[in-house]
């Protein structure tokens, strides 16, 4: 039987309602069509003016408390993004592929990131009306600290996730200073407001893990308590694989996330979404919750994946059952 839950029914404010377009979410994010196309932004816009959903961008900042800690780590963060990158060296690097991505791990050891890896640019993963002459897309993901994300929905879960996404940017901010030192331009991408690049697609790809029922992505040894920023450059790398746990069939028999939201935002069911079947977080549903409460992120904590030690040993247990099942 699945666990009360204290944080329902959840009834949106009714100030927050007066904000929301007459446009869906879910109409923007493209749920139901069968045609595939390019995502539109409906959220995390770097002007929020400039999307439907912007009153709600701006409500989620008006339902924040005064915080010194959060006020400080948005500075910092703030310092990161306006740091001033090199000049592009005249002399560029020539190495292979497999050199070059070789040599991210260097990120990894100095601390900068837990997680990095490459693939070939797609330009399917940028919003409608952006466009990249970069042929490569380097991802990064860092850790959270589940003790600090733990404490979602409140106020100081909100922090953390504001203290990675200023890890993240300066890891982003370090390669692309690295590879313009190199001889190779380079652009970071960093969230929550990256405005051009969809993260989870290359993410995917660069093998970082598999997309959850709760919309996050879910790596054996992080769960889904990550965030991501990205590196765009010219400098062809070797792709780092894809690799897949077995987290897709698990989700279809978990509901532990699905039990966890307060507005029960998360599908049960794959949906279309965009030409694609996949798993989705309804939108109009999810947003007031998020909005509301320093962005939410129950799902993320909830998730079994995400506790410390039990995911690797999750992957453990559907990497013996999937080689018994191949003996069978
Ligand atoms: S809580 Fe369960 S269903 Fe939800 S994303 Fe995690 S593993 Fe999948
Ligand atoms: S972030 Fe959204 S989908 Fe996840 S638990 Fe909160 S309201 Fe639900």
């Not at 929550?192 to 959850?212: H, Q, Y």
Request: aromatic share 10%; with cysteine; charged share 25%.
């Amino acid at each position: 039987m699945a666990k009360l839950n204290k944080y329902r029914p959840f009834n949106p404010n009714p100030e927050m309602v007066a904000r929301l377009p007459d446009v869906t979410g879910n109409a923007i994010n493209g749920v139901g069509e069968t045609q595939q196309r390019r995502p539109e932004l409906v959220f995390w816009a770097p002007d929020p003016d400039d999307i439907a959903f912007g009153d709600v961008q701006k409500w989620f900042y008006m339902c924040q408390p005064d915080s010194p800690e959060m006020v400080t780590e948005r500075a910092k963060r703030k310092v990161v993004l306006d740091s001033v990158l090199p000049d592009v060296n005249p002399v560029a690097l020539v190495q292979s592929p497999d050199e070059w991505t070789s040599s991210l791990n260097q990120f990894v050891e100095a601390g900068d990131c837990e997680m990095v890896g490459a693939t070939a640019m797609n330009p399917k993963w940028f919003f409608e009306g952006q466009k990249t002459e970069f042929k490569t897309v380097i991802m990064m993901g860092v850790h959270h600290d589940y003790e600090e994300l733990k404490h979602a929905p409140e106020f100081r879960a909100g922090i953390e996730v504001v203290r990675q996404y200023g890890r993240a940017a300066a890891a982003a901010k370090k390669i692309t200073a690295w590879l313009m030192e190199q001889g190779w331009d380079a652009e970071a991408v960093t969230g929550p407001m990256a405005g051009k690049l969809v993260m989870i697609p290359p993410a995917l790809e660069c093998g970082f893990g598999e997309l959850g029922k709760h919309g996050s992505l879910i790596n054996p040894e992080f769960g889904s308590s990550f965030r991501l920023s990205a590196v765009l450059t010219n400098a062809l790398f070797a792709s780092t694989p894809k690799r897949e746990f077995g987290i897709d069939e698990f989700c279809s028999k978990c509901r532990i996330c699905e039990d966890a939201c307060p507005p029960i935002a998360i599908e049960p069911d794959k949906k279309m979404v965009r030409g694609e079947k996949r798993w989705y977080v309804d939108f109009d549903k999810c947003i007031p919750y998020f909005a509301e409460n320093s962005g939410c992120a129950i799902c993320i904590v909830e998730c079994p994946w995400s506790r410390p030690g039990v995911g690797i040993n999750l992957a453990q247990k559907l990497a013996k059952r999937s080689a018994r099942d191949r003996c069978d």
